[in-house]
């Protein structure tokens, strides 16, 4: 973990509230942050040297980083990563990296954060700083989107009892697929009956399904209730069974299949890009709207309750403009 990750986590951990506390187990809230509803993804206020930035997070990239947009509009200086590449599922990105005298966050501040800048410098985005899994892995993590909020916390001497405080009907709970070698919160599912694993991505806007598993379950651009994809974003909409995640069943759910092929590389501290594949599923921002859902890294499992409306999102037939390419 960076040392900027080090000095935000243990700020923020300054700042803990109690949430439970009975017997011996103590869940102590660390952070609350607002997201801004209206932009459909996880963004929330931050700030670099004072200029307010957007700050996304994003479960789905291995390390956070900085845009480079923001970078030069910021009148950063730039140096060049020798070494470094980042990779994602448009290709391999050019590295340089930037020192910032102070990144803010909530109450959490760090100063003097070599961070890692990558991007088109001319792009226009609602964001300028990513928070990666590197930071969220450290914490247990709810994401509460019907009241915009994503919250942190800490637990002391909980053992294996429920985390999910606000729980008063049903819950699942479902055990963390645990790799060491794969940063990222995965989870068991099934589609049409077959047994995967899906990747909790709060980075993108809808879920998606690879065109490779989809085929493999028998969902083609022939089968009866596929919906052919805009040729600008190569993605179609498949009419799929059933989708599986503890013990809630989602019957005939459609959902966005595209070229699921790899996952961002990201700077571990040596001078080499690390490389995973990505999962054939990924469930996105769509998936946490329509759900309340803890992460404890804590426990090694996740808990969830559905919490209304669609579990799934699909592109408009004919969108205005080709849709974002997943930060991933």
Partial sequence: MSRVLQVLIAATLACATPVLAETSCKLMKVAEW????????????????????????NTGANSSRLMRATAARLGLTRHEALGYRVYGTGGESHAEYSVIDEFKVGQAAR?????????????????????????????????DLANNAVRLFKNEDCGDRPLAYWARGTLDEVKLEVDHEIPAIRVPVKLNGKAIVAELHSGIARSLVSQLLAAQ??????????????????ESIGAFDSFV????????????????????????????????????????????RAHRVYVAHSQGKLYLSYSGGPVFSTPPRQPAKPAPKPDI
């Fill in 245 to 288: 995640i503890g013990g809630e069943i989602i019957r005939n759910p459609s959902i966005s299949l595209t070229e699921l092929r790899l996952n961002s590389g990201a700077e571990t501290g040596s001078r080499f890009a690390t490389r995973r594949e990505i999962a054939d599923m990924l469930l996105g921002v769509d998936f946490l």
């Fill in 217 to 234: 379950l028998g969902v083609t651009p022939d089968t009866p209730g596929t919906i052919g994809g805009d040729s600008r974003t190569d």
């Fill in 111 to 143: 100063r003097n954060w070599r961070v890692l800048v990558v991007g088109d410098e001319h792009a226009r985005r609602e964001f300028g700083v990513v928070l990666g899994y590197d930071f969220f892995e450290q914490l247990d993590v709810e994401f």
């Fill in 34 to 57: 607002t997201v801004k509803p209206q932009t459909g993804r996880l963004i929330i206020d931050g700030t670099i040297n004072g200029q307010p930035v957007g700050v996304l997070l």
